[in-house]
């Protein structure tokens, strides 16, 4: 079983509609855990971390799921310039400093 | 808004050449990584820097593979003789010990292609 696994997508949703995608870790020990977003031949960016009880800023809600060791991420509303690769990232537990980086979920927003 | 310069942007070297990569952290962090990704594939850890020294290193980063801190301000990725599976576009990364180590600040990356 990979580390952290994502579906690649492309989610294909139109402009205003709501779109969710989950990514699963392996590792129970697991205790930080992230979204970023990538842009094409850009660099990740921090689109928010996911806290225990659940997180939202504003469009976008995270969860995390302890028990079936995934977490999500909702996005409400959706805009033209919320297309984007989205990259679930774990905590190494076998490091203080790195990260585990799942291979994205592609997003794609039509008018 | 802080950010993580990288430079160069895009560098083309032929294989066996040596390539230095530059990145000017935000000044008040404490963390520094290189990342690699190649094209289509998922981010890859390289290295992490703290306090003046390596803290963590992956198996890609192997002898050929070095970082500096030279000046306080800068930091660098030297690859000694380049292969061709070096081509990748490499992120220079920072973390500030508020934010933990774990929440990254990325630079535009520099994109190496071996020929």
């Known amino acids: 079983r990979k580390e952290v696994e994502q579906d690649p997508g492309p989610f294909n949703v139109p402009e205003g509609a709501t779109v969710a995608f989950n990514c699963t870790y392996s590792n129970s020990a697991s205790q930080s855990f992230f979204w970023y977003r990538q842009d094409c031949r850009k660099e990740p960016k921090l689109l928010m971390s996911v806290y225990s009880s659940g997180n939202e800023d504003g469009r976008f809600t995270a969860q995390l799921n302890r028990a079936s060791q995934y977490i999500s991420l909702l996005i409400r509303d959706s805009k033209l310039s919320d297309s984007a690769t989205y990259l679930c990232v774990v905590n190494n537990v076998r490091s203080n400093y790195q990260l585990i980086w799942g291979a994205g979920t592609k997003l794609i927003i039509k008018p | 808004e802080p950010e993580v310069t990288q430079t160069p942007s895009h560098q083309v070297t032929q294989m066996g050449q040596e390539v230095i990569l530059r990145c000017v952290p935000i000044?008040?962090?404490?963390?520094f990584y290189w990342y690699r990704q190649i094209l289509g594939q998922k981010v890859e850890f390289l290295v992490s820097?703290?306090?003046?020294?390596?803290?963590?290193k992956s198996e890609i980063f192997d002898d050929q593979f070095s970082v500096e801190r030279p000046d306080g301000s800068n930091f660098t990725l030297k690859i000694r003789s380049t292969k061709l599976e070096d081509s990748a576009m490499y992120f220079c990364a920072s973390a500030n010990r508020a934010a933990g180590a774990n929440v990254l600040t990325f630079g535009a990356g520099s994109r190496l292609t071996v020929l």
């Open positions: 820097f703290y306090n003046n020294e390596i803290s963590e």
């Open positions: 000044s008040n962090h404490l963390y």
